[in-house]
C-alpha cells in the first residue's frame, strides 16, 4: 500500500543557482504529523535510483509533473538526503516554480514508499490501529515529490488524535482538507468528515463478522496443529482498508458541503 509522508525541509540548502540543484533532508527519524516514526536503517533505495526523477504533488499522470531529478540520495545516520537538480529555464513553469519556493524555503519535500507492514509496529502496545503512530522499520522508496506546505496542517492533528481515527484515514482527509482554501475549513467541517470516518469504520470493522463466525460453528473442531488448511474465520474475514474509508468519508462530506 503506498503511503506519502511530507517533511517540511528546514535544511534546504542552494547548492548552485544558476543549474537548479538544491540539497535537501527528505526523512528524518523525528515523529511526523502522524505520529508515525520511519526508521533510517529501513530505506531501500535500489529501484528508487534506477530512475529517481523529481515530481510535483506525486502527481504521476503527466509529464510535465517531472520536474527535476535526484541526482543523490542516501541515508545519512537517522536521517535521508537528497540533492535534487530542478528543470529550471527549460519552459516548465511547474519546475521553475518549485525552485523559487526552495529559495524562500517555502518548498516541503513528500516521500512516496511502501512500507513491509510485517516489519512494522504501532508504538504503543494498545494501539491496535495505530491510532497514536506506527514505527516503520523497512520500507521501500518510489520517489519523492516536491509539495507546497498543507494550508492547514493543524487538521490531521485534530482529526486523529481529537477523534481517535486511524492516522492512515486522517492523512486522506487532511490531504481534501488541504486542497481547500483555510479560510473555508471550520471546525464543523473537520468534525463532520471524523464522524463520517468512524462511522464508515464501524460499519466495516473486522471485529464485527467476529460473534457471527463463532455463534455460526460452535461445535467446530479444533483446528488442526499442523497448520494446513484455514479456519473458518479466516475465510470469512473482511478485508478492512483505510484508504477507500478515508476518501469515501472525506468525499461524502465535502459533497453536502457543496450542496
Same mark, same amino acid.
Request: glycine share 6%; net charge negative; hydrophobic share 40%.
Given at each position: ?23 535537501a533532508i527528505v526523512s528524518s527519524e523525528s515523529i511526523d504529523r502522524d505520529g508515525d516514526v520511519i526508521r533510517a536503517s529501513g530505506w531501500d ?55 523559487e519556493l526552495a529559495k524562500e524555503k517555502a518548498l516541503a519535500f513528500s516521500v512516496g514508499f511502501i512500507p513491509n507492514m510485517d516489519k512494522a ?21 518510489? +520517489? $519523492? ?7 492547514? !496542517?493543524? &487538521?490531521?492533528?485534530? #482529526?486523529?488524535? %481529537?477523534? @481517535? ?42 471485529? +464485527? $463478522? ?7 460453528? !460452535?461445535? &467446530?473442531?479444533?483446528? #488442526?496443529?499442523? %497448520?494446513? @488448511? ?30
Open positions: 500500500m503506498l503511503r506519502t509522508k511530507v517533511f517540511r525541509a528546514d535544511e534546504t540548502k542552494i547548492l548552485d543557482e544558476a543549474t537548479g540543484r538544491v540539497s533505495l535500489k529501484n528508487f535510483m534506477r530512475h529517481p526523477v523529481v515530481l510535483a504533488n506525486h502527481d504521476y499522470s503527466s509529464l510535465r509533473s517531472q520536474i527535476g531529478v535526484w541526482e543523490k540520495m542516501e541515508v545519512q545516520g537517522s536521517k535521508m538526503r537528497g540533492v535534487a537538480r530542478f528543470f529550471i529555464g527549460k519552459g516548465n513553469d511547474e519546475a521553475d516554480w518549485a525552485f509496529s504501532p508504538l504503543h502496545e494498545d494501539d491496535a490501529f495505530g491510532v497514536r503512530g506506527m514505527e516503520f522499520k523497512a520500507q521501500e522508496l518510489l +520517489e $519523492v515529490s516536491a509539495v507546497t506546505v498543507p494550508s492547514n !496542517p493543524d &487538521a490531521l492533528q485534530r #482529526i486523529a488524535k %481529537g477523534f @481517535g481515527v486511524d492516522p492512515v484515514v486522517a492523512e486522506i482527509a487532511e490531504e481534501r482538507l488541504a486542497d481547500m482554501p483555510s479560510d473555508e475549513i471550520d471546525e464543523a467541517m473537520v468534525e463532520a468528515i471524523a464522524s463520517k470516518v468512524i462511522e464508515m469504520m464501524k460499519q466495516m470493522a473486522p471485529t +464485527e $463478522v467476529e460473534p457471527e463466525v463463532e455463534e455460526a460453528e !460452535p461445535e &467446530a473442531p479444533e483446528p #488442526i496443529e499442523s %497448520g494446513e @488448511g484455514e479456519t473458518g474465520e479466516a475465510e470469512n474475514a473482511v478485508e478492512f482498508d483505510p484508504y477507500a474509508i478515508a476518501i469515501a468519508a472525506a468525499e461524502a462530506v465535502l459533497l453536502e458541503d457543496e450542496e
